[in-house]
């Protein structure tokens, strides 16, 4: 692939994006840090103690302050958070600072070969509407600032991450409002994002917020958002199977793009001899689902009868949870359950979006014999290749594709993958513009 070729990241989180030495300097200006962010989860999971009095001298070396910021080995999502939480720390995450991020960010992903982004933020469940008012106009003022400079070679775009467990509806409706105020946050505000703890929230929790967004963005183009949906990245108390069933669901309902994906295209051989406690809820909702979908399923490979599902559905109703050991049988059952749910995901509008670093640390896939975009890949499904995080995770867009090439994806497919990714922007996949008049 020609390294001087533009690439779409559509997978970003804005401050995840900052590199060490700036996020060091943000940290050293700042005069009130949030120390209590970081330092009890950093000691709890690394088991390392941060003396706050001298962390800007004892982390004054570069290497040194990569030690504890960098997140470059396989872990689960509490580990890097842990690490995320420098981040938070750190920044002051007021207007005039996020309107610097923003602005600087664009630039220097621009200079790695990021000719369109889409970035990500998150605000605090307590944060009132002007102070969200302020920060979203920021960081649209920041992208402007930045595509004026660059004279429009970068474009960036703005897309606001909810929480799984606010009102979300409200927070929509307080984002279409500022949209309607504010012609640079119409402008730039292009999609909706659910990302941070995964486990718990189940996506049939979000059926009817999609079904209105649906409606919304049919009714009136010019403000219309997508949902962006991290999904089967982690996955701790659940079965391959159930954290399937999830990406298959967030894909029918109505999700534009599908964050990771992870659970769908790995192979099950990498749990083999687990065991998985799983919620009873989940393991009734899974055994429902292929029950109901028994005969298209069968049509994929050898699959447990209908007697035994509905034998095990009956014998689970008064548990709270259910222990499953991965055993031969269940590998088999899975892999075909998987094919089944990436064929009917090939016929929906949904697109995936596979970060290689972030699928090895955060989703601990071992082996990349067993990574799943290998499978996306063979079964010809929709996916764009994303940084993530690529401040913390220490990337940049043109790694992440070497990092799939080095995985066995044909250059000439990850080429049509570079080219692609500019028709899966969110201002596309919205309605909000044509095809044809993509971006950049």
């Known amino acids: 692939m020609d390294s001087n070729l533009g690439f779409a990241d559509l997978h970003n989180h804005l401050y995840g994006s900052l590199k060490p030495e700036l996020l060091w300097k943000m940290g050293l200006e700042n005069p009130s840090p949030r120390w209590e962010i970081f330092t009890k989860p950093f000691q709890e999971l690394y088991g390392k103690s941060i003396d706050t009095k001298t962390f800007f001298e004892d982390y004054k070396s570069l290497e040194k302050f990569k030690s504890i910021y960098l997140f470059n080995h396989q872990g689960p999502f509490p580990e890097f958070q842990a690490k995320f939480n420098l981040i938070i720390a750190l920044s002051k995450f007021n207007p005039d600072e996020i309107k610097f991020v923003s602005k600087r960010i664009t630039q220097d992903q621009y200079e790695e070969g990021v000719t369109f ?20 106009l920021a960081s649209c003022e920041g992208f402007e600032e930045a595509e004026s400079e660059l004279s429009g070679r970068a474009r960036s775009r703005l897309v606001v991450s909810l929480h799984r467990d606010g009102d979300v509806f ?8 500022m949209m309607e105020k504010n012609s640079l946050i119409r402008k730039y505000l292009v999609g909706l994002d659910f990302c941070y703890i995964e486990e ?14 649906q409606k919304d963005n ?12 991290h999904v089967g990245e ?8 159930s954290a399937t069933r999830w990406i298959l669901e967030s894909a029918e309902w109505g999700a534009h793009r599908l964050g990771h994906a992870i659970a769908m295209g790995l192979d099950p051989n990498a749990y083999l001899g687990k065991t998985v406690i799983e919620p009873v809820s989940e393991r009734y909702d899974t055994l429902k689902f292929e029950l109901d979908h028994w005969e298209d399923i069968s049509n994929y490979g050898e699959f447990p009868s209908k007697k035994r599902l509905e034998s095990e559905l009956d014998s689970i109703r008064h548990k709270e949870k259910v222990e499953i050991s991965v055993t031969e049988s269940m590998v088999s059952e899975t892999k075909v359950f998987q094919e089944y749910c990436m064929d009917r995901i090939r016929n929906t509008d949904a697109i995936i979006e596979s970060c290689p670093s972030s699928n090895e640390y955060i ?22 290749i994303s940084t993530d995080d690529p401040g913390i995770f220490g990337t940049n867009i043109r790694e992440e594709y070497k990092k799939a090439e080095a995985l066995g994806l044909d250059p000439d497919l990850l080429e049509k993958v570079r080219k692609e990714s500019f028709f899966y922007t969110s201002e596309i ?12």
């Not at 996949?429 to 950049?440: D, F, N």
Request: aromatic content about 12%; hydrophobic content about 30%.
């Open 117 to 136: 982004g889409e970035y990500r933020i998150m605000y605090s469940p307590l944060d009132t509407y002007d102070g969200i008012y302020s920060k979203t």
């Open 170 to 177: 409200k927070e929509y409706e307080m984002l279409k409002e």
């Open 200 to 213: 718990g929230f189940p996506p049939k929790d979000k059926k009817e917020f999609l079904k209105e967004i």
């Open 218 to 229: 049919k009714a009136e183009t010019s403000t219309a958002l997508t949902v962006l949906y």
């Open 234 to 241: 982690s996955f701790q108390d659940k079965t391959l199977l």
């Open 363 to 384: 989703g601990m896939v071992r082996d990349k014999a067993h990574h799943p975009l290998i499978r996306f890949a063979r079964h010809n499904l929709k996916f764009t």
């Open 429 to 440: 996949l919205s309605g909000r513009i044509r095809p044809e008049e993509k971006v950049v």
